[in-house]
């Protein structure tokens, strides 16, 4: 995770933000320092990444890699208000013991557009990560890659409308998603948690599973009722000053899965 200290909203790359939007700097950081105070409350470990003067999205660290079996892919961000974020998310993972850490050539935002479920790696395209980077991961992890095409552009990246609840299923709101990739996930996963389009766009889905617990926007009142139904734990948190940049609990947080044992 890294700390909000220099967030705010100067630019607009999503349908979410609105430059000049008023920030309240301080809640921001608040709202985070629960998160992550709620993470540590269920037992997992926070490392933290430095914030960087002049890079105001940089607490959305989902996006500077991603990191599955203790293989790190470096980000290549599609916007170049965001690309000297991808320097210090690499030297920090090589410091770590993460390296060597090379961006792919195609674009691709890191966990914003890539998760695991399993043996699989879903992956998003349609608006940040280009298809060329799908064959580039499936290339370095040695996983399978399936890609999923967003159509909406309020969900412009993966995380934003699915994320997995454990290795087996998903949630996810179908709107986002081109019909071939409707099917794919209806085939793939047939028990999955289908949200609806409000809590879509509270970012509910914007969430973190950890099998048991979900951490997700406390907008979401629907999905965290269906996911109770379910059997998992909703714990609700409040990112509103960070939903500005059109962000949620996952676009802050980077998942490090180390290799196996």
Not at 56 to 68: E, K, L, Q
Request: aromatic fraction near 8%.
């Amino acid at each position: 995770m890294c700390a909000p200290v220099h967030f705010e909203v100067a630019y607009a790359i999503n349908a979410w933000m609105t430059p000049g939007a008023v920030v309240d700097t301080a809640l921001a950081v608040q709202q985070w320092e629960t998160l992550r105070a709620t993470y540590e409350g269920l037992g997992h470990e926070v490392e933290l990444l430095d914030p960087v003067p002049g890079l105001p999205d940089m607490v959305f660290a989902a996006n500077g890699a991603f990191v599955v079996d203790g293989v790190a892919v470096g980000a290549r961000f599609a916007h170049p208000e965001r690309a000297a974020e991808a320097p210090a998310h690499a030297a920090w993972l090589e410091a770590h013991g993460f390296g060597p850490v090379t961006p792919t050539v195609g674009t691709h935002e890191g966990e914003g557009d890539l998760t695991v479920v399993g043996d699989l790696v879903l992956a998003g395209t349609g608006f940040r990560t280009d298809r060329r980077a799908h064959a580039e991961i499936q290339e370095r992890t040695g996983r399978p890659v399936v890609g999923l095409e967003l159509v909406d552009p309020r969900f412009y990246h993966l995380d934003t409308a699915l994320f997995p609840l454990d290795d087996t299923t998903v949630a996810y709101y179908p709107g986002a998603f081109s019909d071939g990739s409707r099917r794919v996930l209806e085939r793939l996963y047939p028990d999955a948690v289908v949200a609806s389009e409000a809590d879509a766009l509270v970012l509910g889905l914007n969430a973190v599973s950890d099998g048991r617990h979900v951490v997700l926007p406390v907008a979401a009142t629907g999905l965290a009722e269906q996911l109770r139904e379910r059997g998992f734990v909703p714990v609700p948190v409040d990112l509103s000053e960070l939903l500005k940049g059109g962000g949620g609990p996952k676009c802050c947080t980077s998942e490090l899965r180390p290799r196996p044992l």
